[in-house]
């Protein structure tokens, strides 16, 4: 497939890196292709950013039927862009897509386009500590049809956004509360993928866990309501008595590249890790006990997100003293240091843009 390239004729001012939110500011272009049987996936295109026309009855409106994927573009100190785990995100992408009986595409043309775009756009890329240049692919139903099934065209798009940090606690602890009368994912079901309805699944139970001063939910299993599985925005990750534990991928959470980048740097330094069922009481009791050392969640947005507190039922616990616990800092900065090529990418995770 040939790329083109329409470039726009007038282009925005840059935002000031010290004033960024998170996704409130788009670039200039943006990355775009489409699907029908007939001709499987084409016109792949660099084009201005601007609004998708779509008629009222396109399925995606009435069904749900999207997928997607959040990256980051970072700049180096010496001015280089690199992209942290690429790959990994357009796989996943392929592997959501699967799971809603989305056209797979190629992984490869998708990157060496968004590479092209993040040239044309370098300069939105922003230097200042700790921002970034946030990326999402998108993949949408198209067909104007109000039955039931699958549609036959699709619209492939990615947009740009510089972003600062994702909470506005920036790197400091959050407040995590537990719900018991709402659930997110079933085993069987779309919890392992990237796709719109599990967010808007979430969007309830968030409104009050905010109402009551808290950042996130924490989710408990669909079906006995006990086994934690993940944060809206991010998995999650306790230590207790100086192991490193998280749920497993049991086919309703979300495979976090971030979850997974912190497992395989824990394994790395010879940190005990282990994946596995984690009751909700077993976190209490080893707090009580003195043993839950520290809780942090894991993800592209924030990278690294230590918890300060937990609530659960009418319980309120304060994890260690309430502060950055040391593991959660170290995965931060080797995290951070790896993407922005402070450190030696030991892993194989960078890739240049």
């Known amino acids: 497939m040939q790329l083109t390239i329409n470039t726009a004729d007038q282009l925005k001012d840059k935002p000031d890196p010290a004033k960024l939110g998170f996704g409130t500011l788009f670039t200039d ?71 809603l009986c989305i056209p797979s595409f190629d992984e490869d043309v998708v990157l060496k386009a968004l590479k092209q775009l993040l040239a044309i756009e370098k300069e939105w890329i922003p230097g200042a500590e700790g921002t970034s240049l946030y990326i999402r692919p998108t993949i949408i139903a198209m067909d104007p049809f109000l039955g039931v099934r699958a549609s036959f065209t699709y619209r492939f798009f990615i947009i740009l956004s510089p972003v600062g940090a994702y909470y506005p606690e920036g790197f400091n602890p959050v407040k995590i509360w537990v719900t018991r009368d709402h659930v997110r994912a079933v085993r069987g079901g779309v919890g392992d993928a990237k796709t719109a309805g599990n967010y808007a699944a979430s969007l309830y139970a968030g409104e009050e866990a905010h109402k009551h001063g808290f950042t996130q939910v924490l989710w408990l299993d669909g079906v006995e309501q006990k086994y934690i599985e993940e944060v809206g925005a991010m998995n999650i990750f306790f230590l207790i008595d100086d192991e490193l534990v998280t749920p497993e991928l049991n086919g309703s959470i979300l495979p976090g590249i971030t979850r997974d980048s912190v497992v395989a740097l824990a394994k790395y330094w010879g940190t005990k890790v282990s994946e596995g069922r984690i009751g909700i009481d077993d976190v209490m009791q080893a707090h009580d006990a003195g043993k839950l050392q520290e809780v942090f969640g894991s993800g592209t947005a924030a990278v690294i997100s230590p918890v300060g507190q937990l609530r659960y039922g009418d319980r309120t616990i304060t994890i260690g003293n309430g502060g950055v616990g040391p593991l959660a800092s170290k995965f931060y900065n080797a995290i951070m240091d790896i993407q922005y090529g402070k450190i030696v990418d030991s892993m194989g995770w960078v890739e240049s843009a």
Not at 37 to 44: D, I, Q
């Open 29 to 99: 272009h943006m990355f775009s292709m489409d699907y029908d049987t007939e001709k499987g996936w084409h016109a792949p295109r660099i084009e201005p950013y601007g609004p998708i026309g779509m008629d009222p009855s396109t399925m995606v409106l009435h069904y749900g039927q999207a997928v997607f994927e959040g990256l980051k573009a970072y700049r180096t100190e010496s001015g280089g862009i690199q992209l942290f785990r690429p790959r990994d995100n357009f796989r996943r992408l392929n592997r959501s897509c699967q799971k």
